[in-house]
C-alpha cells in the first residue's frame, strides 16, 4: 500500500508539474554581462544591414524596372556588341595560354637539352652516328636495287 502511495506521488509529481522538465533544459543561471552587452550592440547593428539589404533590393528591382525598356529598344546594338566583347576577352585569354604553354614547353626543352650534355649526350652522338651510318647503308641498297632495276630493263 505505501509503494502504491509513492507511485501516485510521483505520478502527480511528473503529470502536475509539466514546467520542470522545461526549465531543466533551460540553464540554471541567466545571461552574462557580456552576453547580454553582445546582443544589445549586436541588435541595432543586424537591424541596420537588415534595412540596407531591403533598400538594396527595392533600388535593384526598380533600376530593372526603368531598365528593362532600354535594354529592349537597344538589344539590337547590344547583342552583338556583347558577344563581340565576349569573343575578344575568349581570344586574349586563349592566346595567353597558348603562349604560355609554349614557353613553358620550350624551357623544358632547354633543360632537357642541358641535361643531355652529360653522359647522356654521348649516347645521343652515338645514336646520331647509327642513323647516318643506317641512312648511308640504305642509300647504298636503294642504290644497288636501281642499277640492278635498269641493268634488267
Not at 545571461?31 to 541595432?44: D, G, Y
Not at 547590344?78 to 576577352?89: E, G, T
Not at 637539352?113 to 647516318?132: C, D, I, L, S
Request: proline share 5%.
Amino acid at each position: 500500500m505505501a509503494e502504491q502511495h509513492t507511485r501516485s506521488q510521483q505520478q502527480q509529481m511528473q503529470v502536475g508539474h509539466p514546467t520542470e522538465a522545461i526549465k531543466s533544459l533551460l540553464p540554471q543561471s541567466g545571461p552574462s554581462k557580456s552576453q547580454v552587452l553582445a546582443v544589445v550592440t549586436l541588435f541595432p547593428v543586424g537591424g541596420a544591414l537588415l534595412c540596407l539589404a531591403g533598400l538594396t533590393l527595392a533600388g535593384t528591382l526598380i533600376g530593372l524596372a526603368l531598365a528593362t525598356p532600354v535594354f529592349l529598344l537597344f538589344s539590337p546594338v547590344l547583342v552583338p556588341a556583347s558577344l563581340m566583347i565576349a569573343l575578344a576577352v575568349t581570344g586574349f585569354l586563349t592566346s595567353g595560354a597558348f603562349g604560355i604553354t609554349a614557353l613553358s614547353s620550350l624551357s623544358w626543352m632547354i633543360n632537357y637539352m642541358r641535361r643531355m650534355r652529360g653522359p647522356a649526350g654521348e649516347q645521343m652522338e652515338h645514336a646520331k652516328r647509327r642513323v647516318q651510318d643506317t641512312a648511308g647503308h640504305m642509300g647504298q641498297r636503294v642504290g644497288q636495287k636501281i642499277q640492278e632495276t635498269t641493268a634488267t630493263t
